[in-house]
């Protein structure tokens, strides 16, 4: 079974994400999407149009990495989320029991030794 496919995104904490991304998009000509939520990195290889990574700076009071302390959280693509989840739980990896469903993919939540929160994301199936 193949674990991790891809890093779907990057998320850290910042004191003013307005500010930084003007920083990023003025210095290194990274643009923030449309709807303002992060930049959606496609990939070159990915022939059914579906593979990005997400990267996101979020306000440092977010409690979105809770209950890391982190200020910093990967998100993984993963093939198949509940067979990985099962192996990771017979690994004795901590796994937060939250899920989150939606139309763009299936979520979970793991630790790693240090405390790190790590998300894992099994994107839809493609069309």
């Known amino acids: 079974m193949r674990r991790v496919t891809g890093i779907g995104g990057i998320f850290f904490k ?3 994400p307005g500010a930084l991304y003007a920083w ?3 210095h290194l000509g990274i643009c923030r999407d449309a709807d303002g939520s992060g930049v959606s990195f496609r990939w070159q290889d990915d022939h059914n149009g579906s593979g990005m990574t997400i ?3 979020f306000k440092s009071e977010s409690k979105a990495f809770d209950p890391s302390p982190s200020p910093f959280m990967i998100n993984f693509r993963v093939d198949n989320l509940t067979a990985l989840l099962a192996v990771l739980q017979a690994e004795g990896v901590e796994i937060d029991p939250k899920r989150d469903e ?3 993919g299936k979520f979970a939540w793991i630790f790693d030794p240090e405390g790190n929160k790590i998300e894992l994301w099994e994107p839809p199936a493609a069309p």
């Open 55 to 57: 990267w996101s700076i």
């Open 24 to 26: 990023y998009e003025r």
């Open 102 to 104: 939606a139309d763009y």
């Open 14 to 16: 910042a004191k003013d």
